[in-house]
C-alpha cells in the first residue's frame, strides 16, 4: 500500500482481555516502531524492529506488553490482561532503513484506538 | 534523559496572522530534530528534518529553524487548512526512537 495500514482503527474490549494490534508498514521498509499516544501527553516510544529482531524493546511498559514482526513487513502488538491505563491510540511507524545511517524520517500509521472498559 | 518541550500548548491566530512555535530540547548528542503535523484522528505526518544549528527548511507556509537549544516553526500567512498540532521530536546517536514532545495544537481563524 501506500502507506503504513494499521487494524483495527478502534478496539473496545473488557480489562482483563487480551488484544492484537497489526501494522503493515510501507513496502520496502526495514524499521519498523511502536508508539503510543494517551490523552495529553506526548508519543510515548514502545519498541523497535529491524527487520524481524527487535533491538530496541526498552520502551515496552510492562511484561503484558509484546510484539513480533514476521517477513520483514507486518507487526504485531498484543496486550495480554489489559487494564485501564492501557487505553491509548497505538501508532505504528516504519522508515526505509535505520535512519542513523541514511536519516530516513519516521511514517506513521493513523493508528489504533484501544478503550480498556 | 532527552527531554523536548513544545509551547505554547496551543495557540489561535487570525487568517493570514504570522507566528511562530517553540520546540526546546536538551538531549545528549542530537542526531536529528523532526517536525509532524497531526490532524484529529490521524497520525503524524512528516514536515521537515534539521540536522545541526543554523540549518532551516521550507515548505510552502511553513519554516523550520534550528539552534543548538531549540527549535522554531514558523508559520506565514496562515490559512484555517494550517489548523492542526504540531509536534516536535529529537532523535540522537545510538538509539532508534524518537522523543517528542507533546505538540502545539494551532487554530487558524478564517
Known amino acids: 500500500g501506500a502507506g503504513v495500514s494499521q487494524s483495527p482503527s478502534n478496539k473496545v474490549t473488557e480489562k482483563g482481555k487480551d488484544v492484537e494490534l497489526r501494522c503493515d508498514p510501507i513496502?520496502?521498509?526495514?524499521?519498523l516502531y511502536w508508539y503510543r499516544q494517551s490523552l495529553g501527553q506526548g508519543l510515548e516510544f514502545l519498541i523497535y524492529f529491524q527487520g524481524n529482531s527487535a533491538p530496541d524493546k526498552s520502551g515496552l511498559p510492562s511484561d503484558r506488553f509484546s510484539a513480533e514482526r514476521t517477513g520483514g513487513s507486518v507487526s504485531t502488538l498484543t496486550i495480554q490482561r489489559t487494564q485501564q491505563e492501557d487505553s491509548a491510540v497505538y501508532l505504528c511507524?516504519?522508515?526505509?532503513?535505520?535512519?542513523?545511517?541514511?536519516?530516513?524520517?519516521?511514517?506513521f500509521g493513523d493508528g489504533t484506538r484501544l478503550s480498556i472498559l | 534523559e532527552d527531554q523536548v518541550t513544545q509551547s505554547p500548548e496551543a495557540l489561535r491566530l487570525q487568517e493570514g496572522e504570522s507566528s511562530s512555535l517553540n520546540c526546546s530540547y536538551t538531549?545528549?548528542?542530537?542526531?536529528?530534530l523532526f517536525w509532524y503535523r497531526q490532524d484529529p484522528g490521524k497520525g503524524p505526518e512528516f514536515l521537515f528534518t534539521?540536522?545541526?544549528a543554523g540549518e532551516e527548511k521550507e515548505k510552502e507556509r511553513l519554516k523550520a529553524t534550528l539552534t543548538k537549544k531549540e527549535s522554531f516553526l514558523h508559520i506565514t500567512a496562515p490559512k484555517p487548512e494550517d489548523s492542526a498540532t504540531y509536534l516536535c521530536?529529537?532523535?540522537?546517536?545510538?538509539?532508534?526512537?524518537?522523543?517528542f514532545g507533546t505538540g502545539t495544537r494551532l487554530t487558524i481563524i478564517p
Open positions: 521530536a529529537v532523535g540522537v546517536f545510538g538509539n532508534e526512537k524518537l522523543t
Open positions: 534539521l540536522y545541526s
Open positions: 513496502s520496502g521498509h526495514t524499521a
Open positions: 538531549v545528549s548528542g542530537l542526531r536529528g
Open positions: 511507524a516504519s522508515s526505509l532503513d535505520r535512519w542513523m545511517g541514511a536519516n530516513q524520517p519516521q511514517h
